[in-house]
């Protein structure tokens, strides 16, 4: 009788894994950053108290009639531009019929057959360079279900239906992922997508952006996809990669020892790294989706839509191009400054004024974030402006400060007093080092004449005293020399000798 494989077993046996193809498809869904909800006036606001955000639309009161929220059909459209889907001119909303306790409805309003943003795509780097491309299948409209709550220990339910109608968009891919990397960095880009376009805020934690994962395996080469088993409303992107993980060691177990995959809805337990059976998967026709009799179809003009793309903002990948080639960075310092749209648009300010870019990059990925860090803030409560930055850069580029003095106690002085110039503070401070030959000259004599006997051993041939006397030297000056002007004349004082 042939012995059970276990996951624990399989988990390091390549020879088995590497026989199969991970096949997943995500759906990310977005909460939208409207004030009200998706077909009601009900506020959105989190961490309201229980059940306060609700009026009779939410609550499903007969003869109530829901009206479309303009702004969210804006912000949908600003997501499918941003990923090259087609928009969709003519849009009608759909009912999808189940029943959950926190769905007063009985039903939730969706877009099935037009949904506003078709196709499209997004690319997608992971670690070691390779570039995926992820197509998207649909972005559509919909409202949020409430929330249930299961207290510890408890067996009652509760229900706040706060979030319940609050503005969705669902963003599904085509199963073209096939690392669990790469669902992280697609997740991750996503985000940062989302907060660039300022159409969600991306916080995973407070449930505004969630997401499922169809997980399916295959034997490599086979053309036809395995059978999908979706783990439902991960909480953070480093869970979506870990539930990845989990599914595709748990499902080659399966056929591995003959058993078939059950397609079926499963949540992940973050703490135990596992995934557990919901339900099963319900199909298509289980929903009874019909149209939605009480929202009239909704049209977008050439005007509209042209009106929504002369607002769209620089998108990362726009400036991480921009940042390469025209301002001459690093992959990885392009990477880091376009990490969060504020930074790069602080960064694009300071290049507005200097031609020193590398040194802008500097400051900002050096000095400046580690104060951000340090007092948890955004660039946005920085009390710097770029202009400041620039000033920095002139005063070390002219050698009238060193870097070195600049980031250890200029910097923070400005920090201090945001309303002066970095001259100013820099004369105020005594920082300003001196680059005079007549000021300089003096000072090396005198360290020179204090040490005749090194001075010899030098032009010995001892070459390496030279350090020892820039140390006097810059000792003796307080540290307001400037330091490349000073090395280059103690050599010379030296030969002269």
């Known amino acids: 009788m042939t012995k059970e494989i276990t996951q624990k077993n399989l988990i390091t046996d390549k020879n088995i894994l590497d026989k199969y193809e991970l096949v997943v498809g995500l759906e990310v869904h977005a909460q939208l950053l409207t004030n009200s909800k998706v077909f009601s006036s009900d506020a959105t606001t989190f961490g309201q108290n229980p059940n306060t955000n609700i009026s009779v639309i939410t609550l499903a009161h007969p003869g109530t009639l829901p009206k479309l929220n303009g702004k969210v059909a804006e912000l949908a459209i600003r997501m499918g531009l941003a990923c090259g889907c087609h928009i969709s001119r003519y849009n009608i909303f759909d009912r999808k019929n189940y029943f959950y306790p926190d769905l007063p409805k009985g039903y939730q309003i969706t877009q099935d057959r037009t949904p506003i943003c078709k196709g499209g795509f997004l690319d997608i780097k992971t670690k070691d360079g390779k570039i995926s491309h992820i197509r998207l299948n649909r972005i559509h409209i919909e409202e949020d279900a409430g929330k249930s709550i299961h207290l510890e220990g ?17 963003i599904v891919t085509e199963p073209d992922i096939r690392a669990s990397e ?7 880009e996503v985000r940062r997508l989302v907060r660039y376009l300022e159409i969600c805020d991306g916080n995973m934690e407070e449930g505004s952006m969630r997401c499922d994962a169809n997980v399916s395996v295959r034997l490599k080469g086979e053309p036809n996809l395995g059978k999908k088993v979706e783990v439902k409303n991960m909480n953070s992107i480093r869970n979506v990669q870990r539930a990845i993980d989990h599914e595709f060691v748990r499902q080659i177990t399966l056929i591995e020892n003959g058993k078939s995959i059950t397609s079926e809805t499963r949540t992940f337990d973050a703490d135990l790294g596992q995934t557990f059976s919901m339900r099963e998967k319900e199909e298509m026709n289980d929903y009874r989706y019909f149209p939605e009799p009480d929202l009239a179809p909704f049209i977008v003009s050439e005007e509209y839509l042209a009106g929504i793309k002369a607002k769209m903002p620089p998108l990362p990948a726009e400036l991480f191009e921009k940042f390469t080639t025209q301002y001459g960075l690093s992959e990885y310092d ?15 300010a300071i290049c507005t004024k200097t031609s020193n870019y590398k040194a802008a990059s500097n400051w900002l990925m050096g000095a400046v974030k580690y104060h951000l860090n340090k007092l948890s803030i955004d660039i946005s409560d920085f009390p710097l402006r770029p202009e400041s930055i620039v000033e920095l850069i002139e005063l070390v580029d002219s050698n009238k400060i060193s870097f070195s003095t600049a980031s250890s106690k200029l910097f923070s002085a400005m920090v201090e007093n945001p309303a002066l110039t970095a001259n100013h503070l820099a004369e105020k401070l005594n920082l300003l080092q001196e680059s005079d030959d007549e000021a300089i000259l003096p000072i090396i004599e005198e360290v020179l004449a204090k040490n005749p006997e090194k001075v010899l051993a030098y032009q010995k041939g001892n070459k390496n005293l030279l350090g020892m006397f820039m140390g006097e030297v810059m000792q003796a000056s307080k540290g307001k020399l400037d330091p490349k002007k000073a090395n280059e004349l103690i050599r010379k004082a030296l030969e002269k000798k």
């Not at 408890?154 to 669902?170: H, P, Q, V």
């Not at 790469?182 to 991750?188: G, I, K, L, N, R």
């Open 182 to 188: 790469e669902a992280y960095v697609y997740m991750t």
């Open 154 to 170: 408890g067996d009652e339910t509760l229900i706040d239906l706060n979030r319940a109608g609050t503005a969705l968009i669902e």
């Open 334 to 348: 392009a990477g880091v400054l376009t990490d969060e749209k504020n930074i790069a648009l602080y960064f694009e």
